[in-house]
């Protein structure tokens, strides 16, 4: 009776371990999304505010030479 509970006890914990890693995994799927979102918007905002400071450079100079 005791070795049929252990073997019991043994496949709810892999059912266990095994829905727990598949969550993980679609956690980290998720939090791989996110990362790859923010680093795009970051990527985006570098080249705007790159954009803005040319602009602003050239101007800047135009008006000194003036």
Do not use: C, V
Not at 21 to 31: M, S, T, V
């Amino acid at each position: 009776m005791l070795d049929k509970n252990l073997d019991e006890a043994e496949d709810q914990f892999q059912i266990a371990l095994r829905n727990h890693l598949i969550h993980i995994e679609n956690l980290l799927q998720l939090q791989d999304a996110r990362m790859r979102g923010l680093s795009e918007e970051f990527n985006r905002d570098i080249s705007i505010l790159e954009s803005e400071f040319d602009l602003e450079r050239e101007d800047m100079i135009k008006t000194h030479k003036t």
